[in-house]
């Protein structure tokens, strides 16, 4: 069982709905990432929490530390918004490596 | 200037061939890390330069050598490679600590 999950691994949506991917992990972390990444790109950071909430734009993180569970949820969902999602997790004990989830690939379809 | 930047951006190279990845940062950041990323998995940490030191080596073949030349420079030489290396190589880099890392664009590399 790997320590950070992600479902689902795929999801389709038109564009407009409301989606939400699903990340959990069975160690301790310090922060929990929520990371972008285009069809043969490089990746970029979203969002790191280790508590509560963020909101940037139309994406929201939740994280709930007692039942070591994060939440990404992205409105008014747009193809643009078509990529892979990785959830990551930061060591307690060493902040320099993530533990990675395998993605969720989302595609949005017009 | 808020980004990492990697060349080349695609490489190929025989098995007998010796290459270099180079990545670059300007945002004063402590820590420098390279990934190798196969088709549709996650990034697998390679290599973390802390200050300019290696301080994570994930038991990575010799045949990828790192070399951290100053404090916004890392090169990931390459020699002897196998078609199995053949996979994006992201640099990233961070301020360190409990803070978000940055990611190059990443290089392409296919070895024949």
């Known amino acids: 069982k790997n320590e950070v999950e992600q479902s689902p691994q795929n999801l389709t949506a038109q564009e407009g709905e409301f989606i939400t991917i699903n990340c959990s992990y069975s160690?301790?972390?310090?922060?929990l990432h929520w990371l972008q990444q285009h069809p043969g790109g490089g990746i970029v950071s979203l969002f790191m929490?280790?508590?509560g909430k963020k909101k940037h734009g139309r994406l929201i993180a939740t994280i709930n530390i007692q039942e070591k569970h994060s939440s990404l949820h992205i409105t008014a969902s747009h193809p643009r918004d078509s990529a892979v999602y990785i959830c990551?997790?930061?060591?307690?004990?060493?902040?320099?490596?993530?533990?990675f989830g395998t993605g969720t690939r989302l595609q949005v379809f017009p | 200037d808020t980004e990492v930047t990697q060349t080349p951006k695609h490489l190929v190279m025989g098995m007998t061939n010796k290459k270099s990845l180079k990545c670059e940062q300007h945002?004063?950041?402590?820590?420098m890390y390279w990934y190798k990323q196969k088709a549709k998995k996650p990034p697998e940490l390679m290599f973390v330069?802390?200050?300019?030191?290696?301080?994570i080596n994930e038991s990575v073949p010799s045949r990828f050598s790192p070399e951290c030349p100053n404090s916004s420079l890392l090169n990931l030489h390459l020699h002897a490679l196998q078609p199995e290396d053949s996979a994006l190589y992201l640099c990233?880099?961070?301020?360190?600590?409990?803070?978000?890392?940055?990611f190059g664009p990443g290089t392409r590399l296919t070895v024949l």
């Open positions: 990233a880099s961070s301020p360190g600590g409990h803070n978000e890392q940055f």
């Open positions: 160690v301790g972390i310090s922060a």
């Open positions: 929490l280790s508590s």
């Open positions: 990551a997790a930061s060591s307690p004990h060493n902040t320099d490596k993530l533990i």
């Open positions: 945002m004063g950041h402590r820590a």
């Open positions: 330069y802390s200050y300019e030191k290696l301080s």
